[in-house]
């Protein structure tokens, strides 16, 4: 006989809810921010989605949510956008060039943030921000 589940599979469910009202509450999200509040350590991420779909499944979604949360801030300038290329390399398993796969094309989406981050620094330079009437017109967006 093994020991004791320290956690139950209620506790885990109620875990994969905190874990996606987090997601969706801080600016981005951190497996190891979440697990430190909560008490316990970011490994225990995994074993909860070992054990649980649903954990499973909220684990999944809070590493989408924080993949868009970063290239959003990266695309608004709200970070600069070699922080994000260095933190989606890190957690969301970004690479610099495109892996070789000749049946398929792929895009190199590190060059499309530089990109517009290079266009968002041209737009600032001529005192249009996030803010300003023009900043989607600049930028091709037609809002409606």
Do not use: C
């Not at 600016?27 to 490994?43: A, M, T």
């Amino acid at each position: 006989m093994g020991r004791p589940k320290k956690y139950t599979q209620q506790f885990i469910e109620e875990e994969a809810k905190a874990l996606l009202a987090y997601a969706k509450r801080v600016p981005v999200p951190f497996e190891k921010e979440f697990s430190s509040k909560r008490g316990y350590s970011s490994q225990r991420l995994s074993e909860f989605a070992k054990e649980s779909e649903e954990f499973s499944e909220a684990l999944k979604k809070m590493k989408d949510l924080q993949e868009v949360k970063i290239v959003k801030a990266a695309l608004t300038g709200k970070v600069i956008a070699s922080v994000a290329i260095f933190t989606l390399k890190n957690v969301a398993g970004w690479r610099d060039a495109p892996q070789d796969n000749k049946n398929e094309k792929q895009y190199d989406l590190i060059d499309v943030i530089k990109k517009v981050a290079a266009e968002e620094e041209e737009l600032r330079k001529k005192g249009i921000t996030t803010g300003h009437p023009d900043y989607y017109k600049e930028i091709g967006i037609e809002v409606v």
